[in-house]
């Protein structure tokens, strides 16, 4: 029995010693379009009370040289196929979305299968959550009070880009990427990237922004940290 | 009231048909606006609305895109009731013991439903209201005589397809379900459709049979192709209806920005690389779905449809103008009916046409779009009733037809 537990320790060990991060910067190149503002918030007698200005959309957030934020970062195996049967969702922290100012924040999540989603109501209006999979995970078309009790959901399928929506205002929209594995992350507003923990072997590393669709570089991790960069171009 | 529901003109039942025909098309305005503000899935639940009973929904509640649907959702059981008034109506006096044991169930119905069904309350206590004044309406109801079988069954159908058009509403709620959003915004033209026709049918001209296209048989060539080329048109509207409900269904805002060119092109690239260009320059505050090639190739057919549609209505006026004036009196008034109404419906269409330019250049504002919504539905209204007076049969023609068109039979012999 001790020969077991010791084995299964520097079995960990080793892993941990041997798992690497990959860490890396996203950019844009070229002027993005315009973002335009919510028109249409002013017009809601609730809503409109939260601004003196609409506030404007969000889809290409570009902050200094170009580094760009909310490009999804996520590894696939070497042929291209996506990582399945990984996840540690059902052990990781839940991730957020909350509603405020009649706006889903953050607007873009990625999460794990099976790792709860907490959706909260900030706002002093009712919203309906409406969460829509393209990809057979299940609908949800849930009321949600002006600062009522939380709701919970987990998703068993991974997906890119699954919309969340409220048709009361339909201005308001946000969406998750669902990973069946730990191995991604989301671009901060500095463009930076960190995947942790990556066991080694050969990967496709893959970088999908909503609007600009997605680039992928084959990489090998070892025992050492990897570094990736991407450039997207905007014409 | 005027007892006689059977051949003869009844103005009360008439202008009831009409009134439910205009509420019908108030309703599709409504359907529209829910479409155009994408709130089709703003109240979660149905029949029920945030779980009070539809009508016990509290007015304070109705904000933003909850107002489109649950307006919709009221104003739709408001044309449920006119439909069903107007299928008895048609049944006459035979309508009567089966309003009384129909209303009768329906109360004690509504009674189970309000104290056995847990949330259902409001709505048993509507169901039973409503049994009760049907059971009393069946012992004031007209005495009148029916009207004709396939009138009554007209009426029946209409009945049938406006549950059916109801109940798929709501399944397309509570089964999130997109197609079927597609499907009754289709089934909804048609119900028009039919409501339109219903009123046609209980029309004075209508029972008067001035309308007989049997009686331009003497006008020759230009003619015989009329009916067929309005039936035509007719059907490619259909056709672009389904068009433009599948377009709305997608959610996805406009496929492509300019009119008259698409993408500055006259055929736009639908190209891999051309969709991500598209997607990347668009930025949309409501309608956020990637826009696909399928969706623009669908906006460059509607195009396509609509310039052919334009050209065939034209037909169909000019063979219209170039239909022979017998001079005859009663010929002279069904020559003017079919001249007028050709030249309205090629009017509708450009309005129609100048309508969907509109819906590109403001972006697709809401009230423009539904306003094209409607105009389609008066294109095929129009299309419609004229294909049915251009094909009417002696079968479905009230009396005298017979004898009248035995007798242009034998002007056209000459």
Same mark, same amino acid.
């Given at each position: ?207 999908s922004h909503y609007k600009l669709g997605k680039q992928s570089q084959t990489i090998e991790v070892g025992g050492s940290n990897v570094t990736v960069n991407f450039a997207f171009t905007v014409k | 009231m005027n007892k006689n529901c059977d051949g003869q003109y009844n103005a009360w039942l008439h202008w009831f048909a009409v009134l439910t025909a205009v509420g019908t098309f108030v309703l599709l305005g409504a359907g529209g606006l829910v479409t155009s503000h994408d709130a089709g899935m703003s109240v979660p639940d149905w029949p029920n609305s945030y779980g009070y009973g539809m ?168 003619? =015989? ?5 309005? %039936?035509?048109?007719? /059907? @490619? &509207? +259909?056709? !672009?209806?389904? #068009? *433009? $409900? ?89 020559? =003017? ?5 050709? %030249?309205?419906?090629? /009017? @509708? &269409? +450009?309005? !129609?046409?100048? #309508? *969907? $330019? ?57």
């Amino acid at each position: 029995m001790k020969f077991a537990v010791l084995s299964i320790l520097m079995a960990a060990v080793a892993f941990a010693v041997r798992a690497a991060d990959i860490t890396g910067v996203v950019t844009l190149q070229g002027t993005p379009p315009p973002e335009v503002q919510y028109a249409p918030i002013m017009d809601d007698p609730t809503c409109s009370k939260l601004y003196t200005n609409a506030p404007f959309t969000e889809f290409y957030v570009v902050g200094k040289n170009g580094r760009l934020a909310n490009v999804v970062v996520f590894l696939q195996n070497a042929d291209g196929t996506d990582i399945t049967g990984k996840s540690t969702g059902a052990t990781a922290a839940p991730a957020v979305l909350d509603q405020k100012g009649c706006l889903y924040h953050p607007q873009f999540l990625a999460m794990q299968t099976g790792q709860k989603l907490i959706v909260k109501n900030s706002d002093p209006c009712v919203h309906n959550v409406h969460i829509i999979s393209k990809n057979g995970n299940p609908e949800y078309n849930d009321a949600q009070m002006a600062h009522g009790p939380d709701l919970t959901y987990a998703f068993p399928k991974p997906e890119m880009f699954m919309k969340v929506q409220c048709d009361i205002h339909p201005w308001m929209f946000a969406w998750i990427s669902l990973f069946d594995n730990p191995w991604f992350d989301l671009t901060a507003n500095d463009g930076a990237f960190t995947i942790k923990n990556v066991p080694p072997g050969k990967y496709t590393i893959v970088a999908s922004h909503y609007k600009l669709g997605k680039q992928s570089q084959t990489i090998e991790v070892g025992g050492s940290n990897v570094t990736v960069n991407f450039a997207f171009t905007v014409k | 009231m005027n007892k006689n529901c059977d051949g003869q003109y009844n103005a009360w039942l008439h202008w009831f048909a009409v009134l439910t025909a205009v509420g019908t098309f108030v309703l599709l305005g409504a359907g529209g606006l829910v479409t155009s503000h994408d709130a089709g899935m703003s109240v979660p639940d149905w029949p029920n609305s945030y779980g009070y009973g539809m009508y016990a929904f509290p007015a304070s509640k109705w904000v933003g895109g909850i107002f489109y649907e649950h307006t919709h959702r009221l104003w739709a059981s408001a044309v449920g009731l006119m439909t069903t008034i107007l299928a008895l109506w048609l049944f006459g006096k035979n309508a009567r013991s089966f309003m009384r044991w129909m209303g009768a169930t329906l109360a004690v119905a509504g009674i189970v439903i309000a104290f056995l069904i847990s949330g259902q309350s409001s709505n048993g206590a509507v169901a039973a209201a409503t049994g009760i004044v049907m059971c009393a309406a069946g012992f004031v109801w007209p005495r009148c005589n029916p009207a004709a079988k396939w009138l009554r069954w007209l009426g029946l159908g209409a009945f049938l397809l406006v549950v059916v058009q109801g109940v798929l509403g709501g399944l397309r709620v509570v089964l999130f379900n997109a197609d079927l959003g597609a499907v009754h915004g289709v089934v909804g033209q048609l119900f028009f459709l039919l409501t339109c026709a219903l009123a046609l049918f209980t029309s004075r001209s209508w029972q008067a049979g001035v309308n007989r296209a049997a009686d331009y048989i003497a006008g020759g060539r230009p003619f =015989r192709a009329l009916p067929f080329a309005v %039936l035509a048109a007719t /059907a @490619l &509207i +259909v056709i !672009q209806l389904i #068009l *433009g $409900a599948t377009m709305r269904g997608q959610h996805a805002g406009l496929a492509i920005p300019d009119f008259p060119l698409a993408y500055g092109k006259l055929w736009p690239d639908t190209s891999a690389a051309a969709i991500l260009h598209y997607n990347a320059q668009r930025i949309e505050v409501m309608h956020v779905n990637p826009i696909t090639a399928f969706q623009v190739i669908l906006q460059m057919v509607h195009r396509l449809v609509a310039l052919t549609i334009f050209v065939l209505v034209a037909a169909c006026a000019m063979w219209a103008h170039r239909l022979e004036d017998t001079g005859a009196g009663s010929l002279k008034t069904q020559l =003017r009916f079919h001249r007028r109404i050709s %030249l309205f419906w090629v /009017a @509708l &269409i +450009v309005c !129609q046409i100048a #309508l *969907g $330019a509109a819906t590109i250049w403001t972006h697709k504002a809401a009230d423009v779009a539904t306003a094209h919504l409607l105009g389609g539905a008066l294109c095929l209204a129009t299309g419609a009733l004229w294909s049915i007076v251009l094909f009417a049969r002696p079968w479905i023609l009230p009396e005298p037809y017979p004898a009248t068109a035995s007798a242009l039979g034998a002007l056209a012999t000459k």
